[in-house]
């Protein structure tokens, strides 16, 4: 059985800019959900996909996007870039139905400067 | 609004005593509530749930109360084992189960 995994480890952007991160699900699992942690917090809610479709969003702006794909891949686009954008990003998935225990990816580490 | 709290950034224990670790939380229609541990440089992984028709839930040395009264939710750990050192997060959620609440952690460290 494959765990999650998330690519890349750690990304330096500059302000403004675009990013792009990738999550592959846990085998089997057709629901994806994305958190952001920022240093000295706990995982915050950014939106979940559920067979290539949002399921449900957390309290962010619309620069934060994301994708299902039909192998259940997903990924998190965030557009224009800010300071507080810097975070651990952690991908999870589940299977819808058991979504209360979503199984975490490591996290990409994104450092805005 | 931070709806679910730990108000101990860090715990220390003996090994072979009993962790406890606590959870608070705001939302009255939060109704499953789960506990993940966290090593550095991975991904919380899921330790023991309960949802909020039970006030227990045991799975071999974890044990989670609930008090939904005091809105309260609390994590057993006995005995506790050096290895048990992580961070542990809480979080709820609420009806549907898409949308997580988590708290800020409670780093435990367990001295042999």
């Known amino acids: 059985e494959t765990g999650v995994t998330q690519s890349p480890t750690h990304l330096i952007k500059t302000r403004g800019q675009q990013v792009t991160l990738r999550c592959s699900s846990q085998?089997?699992?057709?629901?994806v959900s994305w958190y952001q942690q920022a240093l000295g917090q706990g995982p915050q809610f950014i939106f979940q996909?559920?067979?290539?479709?949002?399921?449900g969003r957390g309290n962010f702006p619309p620069r934060f996007s994301g994708l299902q794909f039909p192998n259940y891949s997903s990924e998190l686009n965030v557009n224009a870039l800010e300071l507080d954008d810097s975070a651990l990003y952690l991908c999870?998935?589940?299977?819808?139905?058991?979504?209360?225990?979503?199984?975490f990816g490591p996290g990409t580490r994104l450092t805005v400067t | 609004d931070q709806q679910v709290k730990q108000n101990s950034p860090s715990l220390s224990v003996q090994e072979g005593r009993i962790s406890i670790l606590n959870c608070d939380y705001t939302?009255?229609?939060?109704?499953?509530f789960l506990w993940y541990k966290k090593y550095p440089a991975e991904g919380p992984t899921f330790l023991i749930s309960?949802?909020?028709?039970?006030d227990k839930n045991e799975d071999g040395r974890f044990t989670v109360f609930l008090n939904k009264s005091a809105k309260h939710l609390s994590l057993h750990i006995v005995p506790s084992q050096p290895g048990d050192s992580a961070v542990y997060f809480c979080?709820?959620?609420?009806?549907?189960?898409?949308?997580?609440?988590f708290g800020t952690g409670t780093s435990l460290t367990v001295i042999p």
């Open positions: 999870a998935s589940s299977l819808q139905g058991s979504s209360y225990e979503q199984y």
């Open positions: 085998s089997g699992h057709n629901t």
């Open positions: 996909y559920y067979r290539e479709e949002e399921n």
């Open positions: 939302n009255s229609m939060f109704d499953y």
């Open positions: 309960i949802s909020s028709i039970k």
């Open positions: 979080a709820a959620s609420a009806n549907t189960g898409n949308q997580f609440y």
